[in-house]
């Protein structure tokens, strides 16, 4: 049976002495955010002009709630967030990124009081910027019944000389995520998430793998992040 319509997100972000990076990602999170709403926008505005009566309703736009937690930066990674109207800012104990991703994920489920069966979680993390097309892509993919979306990550390009890029793509053929599943770049459907808690194994979860909706590790002049997809 196909599980029920998405009425709202949660994006957690996790962020440990991302000062640096972290604005990029909040406003390439931003994009996403406009670019869902603008195409729900436009598939209810279809729909009204199209529409006979009993035909289905519409999509409606889901809510979406993004938490950035803290966990134990030393440097102003927090202040940054909160500069952001839209993000909720937590704080973890520090130095464990799977504690503070959980953190984010309860903090995010109690702001939204809804069903779980009903929120997708989308996981980033702070040094990465999505793609404008994250959001929507995965919400796609939830609606057409998938529980679970892992996707690949990819380096800042212009960070690196032709021949490191021809050496990573050589290491990461298109489409290919291998066995790897990367926090930066996963969402998944809250109540599966709260069935398989902290296992890295989710038994009798439908998964989807997106080549489209990759994250891309932000460059900054401080330091380069390599990261694998």
């Known amino acids: 049976m196909r599980p029920p319509p998405v009425e709202a997100i949660a994006i ?3 962020a440990r ?11 390439a999170l931003a994009r ?4 869902l709403a603008d195409e729900l926008r436009l598939s209810s505005a279809k729909h009204r002009e199209h529409g006979a009566l009993g035909a289905p309703r519409a999509p409606q736009a889901p809510r979406v709630i993004t938490i950035v937690v803290d966990d134990g930066s030393a440097d102003g990674t927090a202040a940054c967030a909160a500069r952001f109207a839209e993000v909720v800012v ?5 130095g464990n990124v799977g504690r503070a991703r959980a953190i984010g994920i309860d903090r995010a489920l109690a702001e939204l009081h809804s069903d779980p069966a009903r929120v997708w979680i989308a996981n980033t993390d702070a040094d990465s910027a999505v793609p404008q097309h994250w959001l929507t892509e995965q919400l796609r993919l939830a609606d057409a019944g998938a529980d679970a979306v892992i996707g690949t990550v990819r380096p800042a390009f212009d960070d690196l000389s032709a021949e490191q890029i021809d050496a990573w793509y050589l290491a990461h053929p298109a489409a290919h995520t291998g066995a790897l599943i990367y926090g930066a770049n996963l969402g998944v459907r809250a ?3 709260l069935r398989v808690g902290d296992s890295l194994h989710w038994p009798n979860t439908k998964t989807s793998t ?3 909706g990759f994250a891309r590790p932000a460059r900054t002049s401080s330091r380069r992040t390599h990261s694998k997809s």
Do not use: F, M, N
């Open 12 to 14: 957690v972000v996790p």
């Open 17 to 27: 002495d991302e000062e640096p990076l972290i604005s990029e990602c909040l406003a």
């Open 32 to 35: 996403a955010r406009d670019q």
């Open 90 to 94: 937590a704080t973890a104990p520090g």
């Open 191 to 193: 109540d599966s998430y």
């Open 210 to 212: 997106s080549s489209h």
